[in-house]
Structures are given as C-alpha cells and as structure tokens.
C-alpha cells in the first residue's frame, strides 16, 4: 500500500514538472499581440503655438488581425519636456477601435523645451505588452526666423538696417590731378537698388 501510494505521488510529481517545461517552453513563443507605433514617433512639438502630433498605436494578435477592445495607457513625463492630454493630465486611457487604433487624444507640448518619451501600456486579457514613443518639444527659435522671411518681414527688417547703414555709407573718393573721379555709391531703402547717383 506504501509502495502504491508512493509510485501515485512520484507521477504527480512528473506530471508537474511536465506542466512546467511545457509552460516554459511556451513563454518563448511570440507575444500574444505587438504594439505599432503609427503616429508621434520622433516628432518635433512647438511650444509657442502648443501643436503636437498625437501619439497613434496600433494593436495586432500573433495572426497580424487588430485587437479591438484593447485597454491603453498613454503616459507623457510629469516633469520637464512634456506635455498633456485631453482634459490636461499628463495620462489618458483609452481603448483601440476596430482597426486596432488608438489615439493620445488633444496631446499639447507643455513650455518645457527637450526630448521626452510617452509610454504606452497595452492590456488584452491580462496580458500587458509596452512601447514608448519618442518626442521633442522646441521652441521658436530658428524656425520661426525662417518662418518671418517667408512673410517677407525679414526684407523690411533688412531694409530698415540698411537705410540707417546708407547715411553715413556715401563716400567720394577723388584722385589728384587728372586722374579719374569715382562717384558716390548710394543705398536706396525700400527700391532695392544700388548704384551712382
């Protein structure tokens, strides 16, 4: 009966360890869904105007179908570079439509210049899988230099400087004698003409 009841616990036993090589062995399979990052990755946010691109991810299973349903977490830093969601929190939980899809919804870059991450936590069936996308806040800087000279502000500006340059930029030069004279060179604000008078 000891010799019975001993064989009947050595088998549970290898009937465990079984289970546990086989569930082992299935956690090196592939993920039970993949997070594609569709939209937010590497873009460059203005603080001025508070634009940004939203942070856009797509949900698929192990058979690339989209996961409808899906819950998902976008977290933006609470500190430094960052910015916020709908209704101003740095977080937003959402769910993925049909296509799988889902949205960091009204995202605004708060006045924080640098880079930042927003990390996104997908749950299916208590199964949680992560990304993170990869943002930077600037601001007008350069840019906005380039954007005046395209509304033609720039030229004014230039014109103005080289008005006040132009009084005292008027010079003669005579040779002695015989020799050539060379004629005032004079700066025309607002004609944008150079040349003798």
């Given at each position: 009966?000891?010799?019975?009841?001993?064989?009947?616990?050595?088998?549970?036993?290898?009937?465990?360890?079984?289970?546990?090589?086989?569930?082992?062995?299935?956690?090196?399979?592939?993920?039970?869904?993949?997070?594609?990052?569709i939209g937010g990755e590497g873009?460059?946010?203005?603080?001025?105007?508070?634009?940004?691109?939203?942070?856009?991810?797509?949900?698929?299973?192990?058979?690339?179908?989209?996961?409808?349903?899906?819950?998902?977490?976008?977290?933006?830093?609470?500190?430094?570079?960052?910015?916020?969601?709908?209704?101003?929190?740095?977080?937003?939980?959402?769910?993925?439509?049909?296509?799988?899809?889902?949205?960091?919804?009204?995202?605004?870059?708060?006045?924080?210049?640098?880079?930042?991450?927003?990390?996104?936590?997908?749950?299916?069936?208590?199964?949680?899988?992560?990304?993170?996308?990869?943002?930077?806040?600037?601001?007008?800087?350069?840019?906005?230099?380039?954007?005046?000279?395209?509304?033609?502000?720039?030229?004014?500006?230039?014109?103005?400087v080289g008005a006040a340059a132009?009084?005292?930029?008027?010079?003669?030069?005579?040779?002695?004698?015989?020799?050539?004279?060379?004629?005032?060179?004079?700066?025309?604000?607002?004609?944008?003409?150079v040349g003798g008078r």
């Open positions: 009966m000891k010799n019975g009841i001993g064989w009947k616990r050595a088998a549970r036993g290898l009937l465990a360890g079984l289970i546990s090589v086989c569930a082992a062995a299935g956690q090196g399979q592939a993920p039970a869904f993949s997070i594609l990052v873009s460059v946010n203005n603080v001025k105007q508070r634009t940004a691109r939203e942070p856009i991810v797509e949900v698929r299973d192990r058979n690339n179908r989209p996961v409808a349903g899906a819950a998902v977490l976008f977290e933006a830093p609470r500190d430094g570079a960052s910015g916020t969601f709908t209704g101003g929190s740095p977080a937003l939980r959402v769910t993925t439509d049909a296509q799988g899809r889902a949205s960091g919804q009204g995202f605004q870059p708060n006045t924080l210049q640098g880079e930042f991450a927003v990390n996104v936590t997908v749950t299916v069936a208590n199964v949680t899988e992560t990304a993170v996308i990869h943002m930077k806040n600037v601001g007008a800087g350069y840019g906005h230099f380039l954007h005046l000279a395209g509304h033609g502000k720039l030229i004014a500006i230039v014109a103005t132009a009084v005292g930029a008027v010079v003669a030069v005579k040779a002695s004698g015989s020799g050539p004279t060379t004629a005032p060179t004079t700066i025309s604000a607002g004609t944008g003409t």
